[in-house]
C-alpha cells in the first residue's frame, strides 16, 4: 500500500523559509518518479517540483532558485525547502508518487501540468505566506 505523508507547513512572512517533508511507504520499484504539488485558494492544482529515481529533478519557473528538492532514500522522505517565500506561493502542498513514470515524460508536458501523471497522493500540508 503507498502512503505518503506531508508535513512541514506552517505560517511565514514573506521572504522566510520552510521545509517540507513527504514520508513515503511505498513498494521499491525499479522507476518512478515523485513530486510537490501546491494548490492556491481558488486556483488549479500547480507542479512545482519533481525527481525521478535517478536524481534529476525539474522545477517550475515560478519556484526554480528559490526552492530545492532533495531525498533521503534510506529513509524513503522526500524534502522541499522553501526560501524567499512569496504570498503567492500561500496553498496547500502535496507530494505524489508514480511508479514507471520517467522526468523526461514530465518535461514532456510541463511540470505545472504533470499532476495528471500521478495516481498516488498525501493529504497535503498547508503553507501560508503573509504580512
Known amino acids: 500500500q503507498v502512503r505518503l505523508v506531508e508535513s512541514g507547513g506552517d505560517s511565514v512572512q514573506p521572504g522566510g523559509s520552510l521545509r517540507l517533508s513527504c514520508a513515503a511507504s511505498l513498494y521499491d520499484y525499479d522507476t518512478y518518479s515523485m513530486g510537490w504539488f501546491r494548490q492556491a485558494p481558488g486556483k488549479e492544482r500547480e507542479g512545482i517540483a519533481a525527481?525521478?529515481?535517478?536524481?534529476?529533478?525539474i522545477y517550475a519557473n515560478s519556484v526554480k532558485g528559490r526552492f530545492t528538492l532533495s531525498r533521503d532514500s534510506r529513509k524513503k522522505i522526500l524534502y522541499l525547502q522553501l526560501n524567499r517565500l512569496k504570498p503567492e506561493d500561500t496553498g496547500m502542498y502535496s507530494c505524489?508518487?508514480?511508479?514507471?513514470?520517467?522526468?523526461?515524460?514530465?518535461?514532456?508536458?510541463?511540470?505545472?501540468?504533470?499532476?495528471?501523471?500521478?495516481?498516488?497522493w498525501g493529504q497535503g500540508t498547508r503553507v501560508t505566506v503573509s504580512s
Open positions: 505524489a508518487y508514480q511508479p514507471k513514470l520517467r522526468l523526461f515524460t514530465i518535461s514532456a508536458l510541463g511540470i505545472e501540468k504533470a499532476d495528471r501523471l500521478f495516481g498516488f
Open positions: 525527481i525521478d529515481e535517478g536524481g534529476p529533478t
